[in-house]
């Protein structure tokens, strides 16, 4: 990554276990080894999942799903906090931000327009001023990577000595922030963090993500603008796909 500022990047090393959080999900906080830019993402532990008993889920979605692992209104909760970390880390001047199509398009859209009310709440005379930008970008079909990336990007030259901000939906072995990250830096930026909504566990090492909004189990998550093969973006909830599904929805 050469000349980029990656002091605030995470410990890639593996969280540990921390304290309880105080809300309706059993989950708990991971601890980094090393100060980050953004507050511990919440930990879904393996295995929990709302049903239909407790959540109501769409009907085009409830036959497809295990059930919801992250409710809609937990997730808008996490983004506000996301977005009050990213105001405090960067604090003034040009954020440009780059969202990864298709799936990271709900959340990028929530996680701006967060930051701007944030700001205009505290009528902060100063403050982030959001630039937005969009690559269009896949390398899944069905639940498996197909190795092949699906690029394209508008003109990006203009974030030469910008702090830019990537954002993804979910970041499981973190080859697509990567990718763009390496590409990003050609453009000079003065820095690249990146944020995504949902990391999923692995047993080696996790990769590198600055704004983490859920560490979750090893599934295929659907709803919240995540997909599967262009199904299920527009559910209000994080859900988890069925095996069922996956083999009958397959393309």
């Not at 830096?185 to 999923?200: R, Y």
């Not at 527009?234 to 996956?246: F, M, R, T, Y």
Request: aromatic share 8%; hydrophobic share 40%.
């Amino acid at each position: 990554m050469g000349s980029l500022d990656l002091a605030a990047r995470i410990d890639p090393a593996p969280a540990q276990i921390a304290a309880n959080r105080a809300w309706p999900l059993p989950v708990r906080a991971l601890k980094e080894k090393t100060k980050k830019a953004s507050s511990a993402p919440i930990h879904i532990p393996d295995g929990h999942l709302y049903t239909a008993e407790d959540i109501v889920i769409p009907d085009n979605c409830a036959p497809y799903v295990k059930g919801v692992l992250v409710p809609g209104g937990v997730v808008a909760d996490r983004v506000d906090k996301l977005a009050h970390d990213i105001r405090k880390h960067f604090k003034e001047g040009e954020l440009h931000m780059v969202c990864i199509l298709k799936g990271a398009h709900t959340f990028f859209g929530d996680l701006s327009v967060s930051i701007i009310r944030q700001q205009t709440a505290l009528g902060e005379a100063k403050g982030v001023q959001l630039y937005q930008h969009f690559i269009h970008m896949s390398t899944y079909r069905n639940a498996s990577a197909t190795g092949e990336v699906k690029f394209l990007a508008e003109d990006l030259s203009c974030l030469k000595g910008k702090n830019v901000l990537v954002v993804d939906d979910v970041v499981e072995t973190g080859n697509t922030l990567r990718y763009v990250s390496d590409w990003l830096a050609g453009m000079q930026p003065k820095s690249v963090h990146t944020a995504c909504l949902v990391q999923i566990r692995s047993e080696g090492q996790l990769p590198s993500v600055d704004f983490v909004g859920f560490s979750g189990p090893r599934e295929w998550l659907v709803g919240y603008g995540i997909d599967y093969n262009g199904l299920f973006r527009e559910g209000p909830h994080v859900c988890v796909l069925s095996e069922d599904a996956k083999k009958a929805l397959a393309v």
